[in-house]
């Protein structure tokens, strides 16, 4: 490794630069938006206007035909029948006039409505992204609640945690032998930390405490939001995209024609909306994708900085970073979804794709980099150490080959909204509103397995019909009636076999039943949620009242 | 529509003029509040982060009284070594304020030294399972003392930083936001509370 120390940097400068990188990114991302949502709402208006507007010529040739009918010859002669032809054109003119204006307004109120609705829809994205609760994540790659042997980890966690000054996060394992690790949630209070069977093995003490104290960082910054923001302006612009490839998917495997254009019109179609398409389906989507990637990169850097800071021992983090990067734990098998949240990326990509797009695409610095801005606060380490750490990865690596069906398996369907249409294969967790047998088969005449009381937690499977698969808590499999009530509950599958686990989520439900009995509002929304439905809800009802008010008359 | 118009721009400008006076006495106000609240935020914090260490601070307290039993019951002749991690005890539960703790809670810190020093001798306290217990509890609460010392003095120094730099200075003089000390164990400090041991022995 070929790490040249530069002058010493102070790790403060090092987080203020940062952070002011973030905030310029997070800037242009969200100016991004600005000509993609006008752009859609103004041809949205133009195409309102050419089907339900008055129909006008253009300014310039209006203003030609009224001089050419209205200019006379010096002295001609003006009679009562010219006069009269005078005024009528005159009227007739200012009717066109009126009508450009009305045609004006409209487009301007289509123009705020669509724009409104627009983002309405990147604000339900990140309402979806935001609400999906943290357990889906850990589920999606496995993890499970520490134990006993991890009882040194959390000890580390904890710790630290009393240094960031935040609640101690739950630590997750993830039995995969690929050294890696996330932190997620949506607030400090609620997040998670999650690490790899393997990096618990291959680091030591002081490595691990920097790697957590890396993750502890991320939940400081509040990073997993920002993520969540980032990434569901990303979506949001790629939306045409991905559901231009679900339609031609389904049109395809329905076996008709996929084009609803008709052939002879393809290809004049085609050249004029080029640039559109271009824009559309390609230039918006990858600037996204790339502010997402450098905006993650920016927020790794931050908190390898703040980790530095709060262990006072930047040399643990190296030599993690080191060992890591050694046992090069890119593997082609991992999530993509979640590839942002990892330590070190696990979605590197092979191949030719990857000299073209790697460096602006990926969500997480080179490992050498990450060593070079740390050796930059503590140039005492020496490079010998470190190419000793990265040689202990590589001995690791071969000694635990990577399994790929194991921990980071890609269970999420095939693109970004896989996530939010697909069921989980591991089925939910769901709390039973009222008392109800579980039968052997799904019919109501087969026999009783089990019987299910009100309050009991289920795992519940998707299954299509009139009968959901489910798992008590006792491992009894069966089968109950769709029209038992059931409510989500935010736990992982595996949990609802551990007392402790029960035990925390009855009390939280005896809380949310206390606060929503004393609020006495319904639906089990959320302050925010019901904001955000509220103001959807709005935006669509202007949206129908202008439509009305517009063509209703004409 | 035009009288509307027209009443707008007869009497916008003069409106505006009339205006600027109060939206900036306004302005003023709520960057002023905002300070302040600012200020006492800040000042919250550093507390709370000094009750965290406050708590880690009594729990090695109160660890200490179970060791000195247990190393007692096999070192029964090093009297000077437990009168001296009893001081040092008493002197951290009465010491109050950031310098003041830091300063016993350094003391002590060398009067266990002192008494691991001792437990080195006795082998069969060394393999005492309980012994080891206390001891690997005695270190871990040692290092979340170190956290927690950490997280205090960062808002510390936030705070410091905000009531000595302007405009903060001036809301600081007016409603008495006092500095407050690090948590640090100053060497003259030290050296005192050693001194007045060495006469209370």
Avoid at chain 1, 25 to 52: D, H, K, N, Q, W
Avoid at chain 1, 505 to 522: C, D, F, L, P, T
Avoid at chain 1, 530 to 537: D, K, N, S, V, Y
Avoid at chain 2, 22 to 45: D, E, M, Q, T
């Amino acid at each position: 490794m070929a790490t040249t120390v530069t002058q010493p940097v102070l790790v403060y400068d090092r987080i203020a630069q940062n952070q002011r990188k973030s905030i310029f990114l997070v800037i242009i991302a969200i100016l991004a938006i600005v000509p993609f949502v006008g752009g859609l709402s103004y041809g949205a208006a133009e195409y309102t206007i050419a089907r339900f507007g008055h129909h006008v010529m253009s300014k310039a040739e209006e203003q030609r035909i009224y001089q050419l009918m209205t200019t006379r010859e010096p002295g001609a002669l003006r009679d009562e029948y010219d006069s009269e032809m005078d005024r009528e054109l005159k009227q007739e003119f200012a009717k066109l006039q009126q009508a450009r204006e009305d045609n004006d307004q409209l487009r301007w109120k289509v123009t705020t409505v669509f724009a409104l609705a627009v983002l309405g829809v990147l604000g339900l994205l990140f309402w979806s992204l935001a609400s999906s609760p943290v357990s889906s994540v850990l589920a999606m790659c496995g993890a499970r609640p520490s134990g006993p042997p991890e009882a040194e980890a959390r000890r580390l966690l904890e710790n630290l945690a009393i240094g960031a000054g935040l609640p101690t996060p739950k630590l997750y394992v993830i039995d995969s032998p690929l050294p890696n690790a996330f932190a997620a949630g949506m607030d400090p209070s609620r997040s998670v930390v999650a690490v790899t069977q393997g990096l618990l093995t291959l680091l030591d003490h002081r490595e691990l405490e920097g790697v957590l104290a890396h993750e502890i960082s991320h939940i400081g910054n509040r990073d997993t939001r920002l993520n969540t923001v980032v990434t569901s302006i990303a979506l949001f612009l790629r939306l045409p995209y991905l559901l231009r490839q679900k339609y031609l998917r389904e049109q395809r495997a329905a076996g008709g024609d996929w084009n609803p254009i008709p052939s002879r019109f393809r290809a004049p179609y085609t050249i004029v909306m080029l640039p559109i398409f271009l824009y559309v389906f390609f230039v918006a989507p990858l600037v996204a994708a790339v502010i997402r990637a450098a905006i993650s990169r920016s927020r790794e850097y931050l908190a390898d900085a703040d980790a530095a800071l709060l262990t006072r021992y930047p040399e643990g983090l190296l030599r993690a970073l080191a060992k890591v990067g050694g046992c090069g734990s890119a593997n082609s098998g991992a999530n993509s979804v979640i590839a942002h949240l990892y330590f070190s990326d696990p979605a590197r990509q092979g191949g030719l794709m990857s000299l073209l797009t790697g460096s602006l695409l990926a969500t997480h610095p080179p490992i050498e980099h990450r060593i070079k801005r740390l050796m930059e606060f503590n140039g005492g380490v020496p490079i010998s150490l470190l190419e000793e750490a990265a040689r202990t990865g590589k001995a690791f690596a071969k000694n635990h080959p990577a399994l790929t069906q194991l921990g980071m398996a890609d269970t999420s369907g095939h693109d970004e909204l896989g996530a939010f249409t697909s069921g989980s294969p591991m089925g939910r967790v769901f709390r039973i509103l009222s008392a109800s047998p579980i039968y052997d088969e799904p019919d109501m005449k087969s026999r009783v397995v089990a019987r299910a009381s009100a309050g009991d937690l289920l795992v519940v499977f998707d299954d299509p019909g009139k009968f959901r698969q489910v798992l008590t808590h006792d491992s009894t499999f069966g089968y109950m009636p769709n029209t038992i009530k059931m409510k989500r509950v935010d736990m992982m599958p595996a949990e609802i076999h551990d007392p402790a686990a029960r035990a925390a989520a009855a009390e939280v439900h005896e809380q949310v039943q206390a606060v929503s009995a004393a609020a006495a509002s319904g639906g089990g929304l959320t302050g925010t949620q019901l904001a955000i439905t509220a103001g959807f809800g709005i935006v669509v009802f202007a949206g129908i009242f202008f439509a009305l008010l517009k063509f209703g008359g004409s | 529509m035009p009288f509307f118009v027209c009443l707008l721009q007869s009497t916008l400008p003069a409106t505006m003029a009339a205006m600027v006076p109060f939206v900036l006495a306004a302005l003023f106000i709520l960057f002023s509040i905002s300070l302040y609240n600012n200020l006492v935020r800040s000042r919250v914090r550093t507390r709370e982060a000094w009750s965290g260490i406050d708590v880690q601070l009594k729990r090695r307290a109160s660890l200490i009284p179970n060791l000195v039993q247990t190393v007692q019951g096999y070192a029964t002749h090093e009297h000077a070594v437990f009168s001296e991690v009893a001081a040092a005890r008493g002197a951290l539960a009465k010491a109050t304020g950031p310098a003041a703790s830091a300063a016993a809670d350094g003391f002590l810190t060398q009067a266990l030294g002192k008494l691991m020093a001792v437990a080195e001798a006795y082998p069969a306290l060394q393999a005492a399972a309980n012994f080891a217990q206390l001891q690997s509890e005695l270190s871990d609460t040692e290092e979340k003392i170190a956290y927690a010392r950490q997280f205090y003095n960062v808002n510390a120094m936030n705070y410091n930083t905000r009531i000595a730099s302007f405009p903060g200075n001036i809301l600081a003089g007016m409603f008495r936001f006092e500095p407050v000390t690090f948590f640090e164990a100053d060497p003259s400090v030290h050296q005192d509370v050693q001194v007045s041991f060495a006469a209370k022995a």
